[in-house]
């Protein structure tokens, strides 16, 4: 089946420093891509997504590149502050032409900014 | 604002009760998903309804039941039939089937066994 993978966390750096988090997926078809966002205690909120080859998503200074052949979706950041520190989770949505099931998520990495 | 509502916040359930989960969005969305969230574990999918009066199971749906009786409520029993109730329980919507939607979140409710 489908599946997501993401580097395991947590991940600590300081303010102003340059953030990758890794994810990488396994799917039969050619997925959606999505990076979610969760702060303590709240929902996931959508940080950006891909639909396509090569697309980029990008949002807040986040950007992420949707990857064919290294079916790679890594996320990045140039310079992070302290706001950003939470749960970021790597997803993938399939669309089999009888309607999209749900989100097949990876396990989320945990970011720590430190000040 | 538009958005998707769940409530409570907090639940606790004694065992073998059954206890209901509120949904509501005001996003006119078609579909509409309840996820599970444990510590250290991404969301799982429990169940998932493309359009009123039809729902599917997801990968984890065995303690569990719904409803979509009207499109703005997608309400979860979880049953004394869930040996492993506590967790996070996540519900979303998303426009349509369309697999390049994203799905947006309501806040989480919290159930813990007492």
């Known amino acids: 089946g489908d599946s997501v993978t993401q580097m395991e966390g947590p991940v600590t750096l300081s303010e102003e420093a340059f953030l990758t988090i890794n994810c990488t997926y396994t799917?039969?078809?050619?997925?959606?891509l999505f990076w979610y966002v969760q702060y303590p205690g709240e929902g996931l909120q959508l940080l950006l997504k891909a639909t396509k080859a090569d697309d980029k998503g990008s949002n807040k200074g986040f950007e992420a590149t949707y990857r064919k052949e290294t079916t790679s979706f890594h996320l990045e950041k140039g310079s992070v502050q302290v706001s950003d520190s939470a749960v970021y989770f790597c997803a993938l949505r399939m669309y089999s032409g009888g309607g999209a099931d749900g989100l097949t998520f990876g396990k989320g990495t945990h970011l720590i900014i430190q000040p | 604002d538009g958005g998707i509502t769940q409530s409570p916040k907090y639940l606790f359930r004694k065992e073998g009760q059954n206890v209901t989960l509120s949904c509501e969005q005001n996003l006119n969305h078609d579909a509409m998903y309840w996820y599970r969230q444990d510590p250290g574990q991404g969301l799982r999918l429990i169940y998932y309804?493309?359009?009123?009066?039809?729902?599917q199971k997801g990968d984890i749906a065995e303690g569990y039941s719904v409803s979509r009786e009207k499109k703005e409520s997608f309400p979860l029993t979880v049953t004394s039939a869930q040996k492993n109730p506590t967790a996070f329980y996540l519900c979303a919507s998303s426009v349509d089937r369309g697999g390049n939607q994203p799905q947006h979140f309501g806040d989480g409710t919290r159930l813990s066994i007492l």
């Open positions: 309804s493309q359009i009123v009066n039809d729902f």
């Open positions: 799917a039969t078809g050619y997925p959606s």
